[in-house]
């Protein structure tokens, strides 16, 4: 299996196609599977159906990177849960080269693998796994999920695929990010993935390669993290 962890669709851009343009093939054969269902993401079957119809805007975004690598429209499967019974989905990922993940939400996404009987399908699958935001956190064993507003930093149980360091999505400087970042290091003391917007990291088996503005933290750089909160706090 190949992990590919994402923020967005802006893989098609340089930073990025340097390393994926000799992972992404042609005609892969390809399954998207969109997870988080919030209102107005794809809460109900006719919310999903006007998101993620052919000729919509969002379908256009989410395909495009997609088109940058020769896999074209005809190649993928937009993984519609509303129709299709899990039996279904299940052969579909089976037989499939790249698996796309998203989501918002990581709990959503998690609660909504376990509603369509998925994980084991998942956790068993040989091919590519790409995860977009949330799509990318339950990849891990375990994620970190801050909430914004009081701190609360917990853990929860991801999908099991990827092992030995934790994952900070979408960062930006910030007290909220970087609160958690510590946080993750001083509980768990594994290095930290950090991908901002325009970072990424592809693991496989023992290899990595980070991608564009990505980069990992670790227990070293804890009075530089601990330099920077206080900093942003006094904004």
Known sequence: MINILLNSTNFD?????????????????TVILPLSYDYGW??????????????????????RPLRAYGIT????????????DPDEMEYRIEHSDLLVLLGEDPDQCMERLDDLCLISAIRS???????????????QEAYFKTIDDDMEFSYR??????????????YVQD??????????????????VVMPEKGGIVISGNQFALMGEAFVADERDLDELYLLLESERDR
């Open 13 to 29: 851009q340089e930073w990025a196609g340097q390393t994926l343009i000799s992972i992404l093939r042609p005609h892969m054969k």
């Open 42 to 63: 794809a809460s109900d079957a006719d919310d999903w159906r006007i998101r993620y119809d052919s000729g919509s805007d969002y379908t256009y975004d989410l395909l």
């Open 73 to 84: 429209e005809e190649d993928i499967t937009l993984m519609d849960y509303y129709s299709e």
């Open 125 to 139: 699958y040989s091919g590519i796994v790409m995860g977009l935001s949330a799509g990318s956190k339950i990849q």
């Open 157 to 170: 149980q991801g999908l099991g695929l990827l092992h030995g360091f934790d994952l900070d999505t979408h």
């Open 175 to 192: 007290v909220f990010h970087i609160m958690g970042i510590i946080r993750s290091l001083e509980t768990q003391n594994l290095p930290v």
